[in-house]
């Protein structure tokens, strides 16, 4: 089978470990969005409060509404970025804006369940609509026949709010990642490096947010390709795999907390499985590197005592020990949302105005809290990889008692 559309090489790895600090070029800002459906409104608030605090990202990396999210800030001048986010986020959530006020507690979750109805009955304007006639009765083989929404009114909102040519262009660097039906492997279309590195179109952002059954799979060169979150919701290991020419300051953005309280109900079972599944990979991601920081030290100083007494290794062993030990200098943000999710596991699909707004505000208070940490302007001030989290430590998140 053909490649997909993109050519390129990777960012090479350089040796970086004896070279000062005030001599390696100029540190990144690194943006990394999961996807997540309406959650993905916490994005916005997150860049609201970075745009606020005068942290512009260089490079934004997403997945499903993650990559739809960072298309728009890709593909927007820095003065009209957040208006950009701003006008998509209150055009899909249209549909339900109440006249009235709904307080929290059991009319608030009323009104969440009921909006996830009438959505998942009528769809979102300016992002999908039901088909007709429904899947069941379209002919088999055909995109209608494998999904239950036509998102051509996405294409539509994206064609209208993003600059194409500025997104390629640009100063900002974009990768969004999709899965392949048929083979199954991940891809991360790249507009600045990487292996699929190409000219981004509307169809690449696209495919990363064709989540099946609901949306259809998007045709790029001879392949087709659905929702990365299929394979991984998590794409900060695209980021952690480049070279390490940069220091880097990553601020990432999950939909979902590894921790959480012990369900009470199937809802708040099914709710918390859905947590732990698509947080995990994020979870992994970070301790890896976390845990390889010390062993490339380790491997740094071995070749360092070493000397030119290396004979038993071939020039490529040794290039690959070299770039395995060149020391990494990244802090991470981690920002995670860990709001009262209304609508449970429908969460995804729940885009009506007061959710909306729910979400985003979360994302502004999360995002001051973590860039009150310290000035994300400047380089990271650590040797190798480093985590910051800033959530609530909740004793209510732990199991009062086996069951």
């Known amino acids: 089978m053909a490649k997909a559309a993109g050519t390129g090489t990777a960012e090479p790895r350089i040796d970086c470990r004896d070279t000062p600090v005030e001599q390696r070029p100029p540190h990144l800002n690194v943006l990394v969005l999961q996807g997540g459906g309406a959650l993905g409104a916490y994005h916005l608030g997150v860049c609201e409060e970075l745009a606020q605090m005068e942290v512009s990202p260089d490079w934004v990396c997403g997945i499903s509404i993650g990559a739809i999210n960072a298309a728009l800030i890709a593909g927007n001048r820095p003065q009209h970025r957040i208006e950009a986010l701003v006008t998509f986020w209150e055009q899909i959530s249209s549909g339900l804006v109440p006249g009235f006020a709904i307080p929290d507690g059991t009319a608030r979750d009323l009104w969440s369940q009921g909006a996830a109805v009438w959505i998942a009955a009528t769809g979102v304007p300016g992002f999908f609509r039901p088909r ?59 507009t600045k490096g990487g292996p699929d590195h190409t000219r981004l179109t509307v169809d690449h952002v696209m495919s990363s947010g064709a989540l099946p059954p609901g949306f259809p799979p998007v045709q790029i060169g001879d392949d087709w390709f659905w929702d990365g979150g299929i394979a991984s919701n998590a794409p900060l290991q695209h980021v952690l795999d480049e070279g390490v020419s940069h220091d880097k300051n990553i601020f990432q953005v999950d939909l979902f907390p590894s921790e959480g309280p012990f369900p009470a109900t199937l809802l708040d079972a099914e709710t918390r499985a859905q947590d732990i599944r698509y947080a995990s990979r994020t979870r992994l ?3 890896l590197e976390m845990a390889l920081s010390p062993a490339r030290l380790i491997v740094r100083r071995v070749l360092d005592s070493c000397g030119a007494d290396l004979s038993g290794l071939t020039d490529a062993e040794i290039e690959t020990l070299r770039a395995f030990a060149c020391e990494q200098h990244i802090e991470i943000a981690q920002i ?27 994302g502004r208070r999360d995002a001051a809290r973590a860039l009150a940490v310290r000035d994300w302007r400047l380089r990271p001030a650590v040797n190798g990889v480093h985590c910051v989290d800033v959530g609530a430590d909740d004793l209510s998140l732990r199991p009062k008692a086996s069951r």
């Open 132 to 190: 007709f006639p429904p899947a069941k009765f379209q002919p088999d083989g055909s995109l209608g026949a494998i999904s239950y929404y036509d998102t051509e009114p996405l294409r539509q909102t994206l064609e209208g709010l993003i600059d194409w040519d500025y997104l390629n262009d640009g100063p900002i660097r974009l990768s969004v990642g999709s899965v392949s039906v048929t083979t199954g492997r991940m891809h991360f279309f790249d």
């Open 285 to 287: 991601n970070t301790n």
């Open 336 to 362: 995670i949302y860990r709001d009262k999710a209304y609508s449970g596991k429908a969460r995804g699909y729940e885009f009506s105005r007061p959710t909306m707004e729910a979400h985003r505000a979360a």
